[in-house]
């Protein structure tokens, strides 16, 4: 263990997965470098402390009921959490910085999700300072301060059809990849990033999980119209010192044995993340393409990610069969020791930020399917920029995905992704080593929070 510092850093995740996980990382790469952590969480999704004894866990009541708003509108929930969690989290910290108690160290710095709103407000009456952590990406990140002007050019609510046209003020978007551009009311979803963008602008900071080398155009460009201190200090997973879990779901582990029993580099891994739901359709033809891509395969499939709970009773034999014979199905994997594997040989993602990162981070080339908010944005640059995974441009039909996964898994194509896929694992090794621009800019966050004595 290394020495601790008389400083305590409070951290205060958004209460879903993806935002979770990113949140407990940076937490667990500041306490290796000598600071305490406080977790303060919500009741709602809370992580689990015994995953993290080295943190002290404090929970507030959000006292948000799961039957106010579907679970799926993420964007009502986030709204619903910035009313609900704003007194209870100003309460809990008054009253960590007043009595200190079981964390005695005193609290030197708040870094709370941007997606919250109230919290740098909240600080700044208590006169501690708030960072703020962006846990997706740069470029989604300019894409949503430009959104305003996408609105106005008339980009939302449009006629489906033009959906794959261009985007000519951010190429090489298609209409298609906006965040929210196909809702018929993307007001809220709109206000969400507004605020967030906001948030980040009048911080006196915000942390990245990405690296300089990845996204540094989109960097510079966010650093033009949000003049903060920033610190590009990803990917978190590779600066981690400990892999602790942060999942909210029990992590299945005999998909690691059955991958050691796989040919290497053979496997497709799939996983749409921990929101998105898919169709009784949609189910079924992924299933299909699977089994018709005649490749083994590792799926997750969540509780509750299917619209029809008997999806698996009714599919048909021949995908049965294939299931038997080289699939495996789980209800949640260690995702990041998947990637890591030796017998995966790409990812079927839908590119929320820290699957694409994670997949980048080891290297395994993705195929895209991108479902909503910055999943567009994340999945054309893995595609189209950076050039290291397919899209699934030509939709969701079994012949389709069949065809995709060849291309990735058995063809020169596919090789050629893996090379260049090689090649940003390795950019992001250099980025987090010792001298590297994320080591550099780790070293640069910490003088930054111990000036604010
Ligand atoms: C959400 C949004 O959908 C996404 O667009 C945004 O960028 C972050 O918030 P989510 O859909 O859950 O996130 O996707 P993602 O960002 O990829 O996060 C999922 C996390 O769960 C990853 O860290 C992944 O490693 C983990 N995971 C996923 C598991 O540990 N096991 C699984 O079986 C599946």
Known sequence: ?????????VLFPLPFQGHINPMLQLGQILHARGFSITILHTNFNAPDPSSHPHFVFRS???????????ISDIPGLISLLNTRCASPFEEHLREMMLLPGGDAVPITCVISDSLFSFTCGVA?????????????????????????????????????SRSEEAVKEFPPLLVRDIPGF???????????????????????????NTFEELEHPALTSVREVLPVPDFVIGPFPKCCVTSSSSSLLAEDRSCISWLDKQPLKSVIYVSFGSVAVVSEAEILEIALGLADSEQPFLWVVRPRSVRDPEWLQKSPSHFLEALERRGKMVKWAPQMEVLAHPAVGAFWTHNGWNSTLESISEGVPMLCMPCFADQGVNARYVSDVWRVGLHLNGGLERENIARAIKRLLV?????????RALVLKEKANASVRLGG?????????????????
């Open 1 to 9: 263990m290394n020495q601790r510092n008389n400083h305590r850093l």
């Open 182 to 208: 196909d809702l018929q009311k993307p007001e809220m979803t709109l206000q969400l990033f507004d605020n967030m963008v906001k948030v980040i602008k009048s911080s006196p900071g915000v942390i990245f």
């Open 411 to 419: 063809e020169r194509e596919g090789e050629e992704i893996r090379e």
């Open 60 to 70: 507030i009541v959000s006292d948000l009921d799961r039957s106010e708003v579907p």
């Open 124 to 160: 700044e009456r208590l006169k501690v300072r708030a960072l703020t952590l962006r846990t997706g990406g740069a470029t989604s990140l300019h894409v949503y301060t430009i959104l305003p002007v996408l609105k106005e050019k008339g980009y939302f609510s449009i006629d489906g």
């Open 437 to 453: 621009s994320s080591y550099q800019a780790l070293d640069a966050l910490i003088s930054h929070i111990l000036s604010f004595e």
